[in-house]
């Protein structure tokens, strides 16, 4: 990961230990630095993050909203973009995504560590 921008990683680190609130933070900062073709990544990420939040926050509706629109942003950018697996984390997302639709109003429980976490491309390559 030593060629991502340190906001990018951070706020990597703070999404893969669920702290969603703190990831939309950092990004945003990111976002707001950037012009050009990643702008839309970022805000993706961005709202990833913000749907995450509302999930763990019950919030369904906000929930879906945001990690449809994060999942819309990401679509142009798989498979991998900024060593980040686009690809995986849009799969993951989409499941939860469907398992929120599919639920409707019933309960729903959460473990934190179940959730999606983003895998670089560097990660990806000691595994194999």
């Known amino acids: ?28 900062e990111l976002w707001h630095e950037t012009s050009g073709p990643l702008e839309d990544f970022y805000q993706g990420l961005i709202q ?23 999942l819309d942003k990401l679509a142009g950018y798989r498979p991998v973009c900024q060593g980040i697996d686009v690809q995986l984390l849009s799969q993951d997302t989409r499941r939860w995504l469907d398992r929120l639709r599919d639920l ?5 429980s959460i473990d934190p560590a179940e959730l999606p976490k983003i895998s670089t491309h560097a990660q990806a390559k000691r595994r194999e």
């Open 48 to 70: 990833l993050a913000v749907g995450f939040y509302h999930l763990l926050n019950d919030n369904r509706r906000g929930a879906r909203n945001q990690l449809a629109k994060g």
């Open 104 to 108: 409707g109003e019933r309960e729903l």
């Open 1 to 28: 990961m030593d060629a991502l921008p340190d906001a990018l990683r951070q706020g990597i680190e703070e999404f893969n230990q669920a702290c969603f609130f703190e990831a939309h933070d950092t990004w945003e």
